[in-house]
């Protein structure tokens, strides 16, 4: 393949460069993906790259997709061996591989939004609440608030409540925690914090998936 023709001058250096860190600062449309693509066939072809050894983070199913589909195009052989994901995709598969340290089995399960809504409105329910009450659209957004944080409910203390009904809701996520802990569930958010406990906590882990990984790209770097 000739990069020079199929890609103009700043998307050829960002492609065939040697550095070990690149940030490419672009606006929509003009090709951010298309150089992530090319990049990886470059790393392939010109750098001798084990596809394997390869990791491309997408922000969403769509661009994982096209990704990948362009990809199997240059190299329908090796296409397989590549791992092109969302963060949230990478992160279970990472889960399902390294969970069991922290004892949780595998076959974990997975709460979406409608399974997380359900969960609190029944914890509502049993607390002497109306399923439809605001206090479940509270708890829910309290819960994903703290998660941003990187809180579980044993890291949060109230001295003085921030609003109205924050004890209720730290009392609801906890109870929520137990339930999931119990059925054996993460939520989204729990992938993510999941995965970054064992890579913090656990050296022999890292390292392995460390020498794994020689090649990491990310796709939309600025909402990381």
């Not at 090319?38 to 491309?56: D, N, Q, T």
């Not at 590549?82 to 069991?100: G, M, Q, V």
């Not at 609440?129 to 509270?138: A, L």
Request: glycine share 4%; net charge negative; with cysteine.
């Amino acid at each position: 393949m000739n990069y020079k023709t199929e890609l103009n001058e700043n998307q050829f250096e960002a492609v065939t460069t040697e550095a070990q860190h690149v940030r490419i600062i672009a606006g929509a449309g003009s090709g951010k993906t298309r150089v992530l693509t090319y990049r990886i066939s470059y790393l392939i072809s010109e750098m001798g790259v084990a596809p394997w050894k390869i990791l491309a983070i997408t922000f969403t199913n769509k661009v994982a997709n096209e990704m990948k589909s362009r990809v199997d195009k240059m190299f329908p052989e090796k296409s397989q061996d590549l791992t092109i994901r969302t963060f949230h995709s990478f992160a279970a598969y990472f889960l399902r591989h390294e969970i069991s340290i922290i004892g949780f089995p595998a076959s974990f399960t997975i709460l979406d939004e409608e399974d997380q809504t359900k969960l609190v409105k029944d914890i509502a329910a049993t607390m002497g609440f109306k399923r439809g009450d605001k206090i479940v659209g509270k708890a829910l957004g309290y819960i994903g608030k703290q998660k941003l944080l990187g809180k579980y409910p044993e890291d949060i203390k109230i001295i003085k409540p921030s609003f109205e009904d924050e004890k209720t809701c730290l009392e609801i996520y906890q109870i929520y925690e137990e339930e999931k802990y119990k059925n054996y569930s993460l939520d989204f958010d729990d992938l993510l914090l999941q995965t970054n406990y064992i890579l913090e906590n656990y050296p022999d882990i890292r390292i392995k998936w460390q020498e794994r990984i020689e090649h990491i790209l990310i796709d939309e770097f600025q909402d990381t």
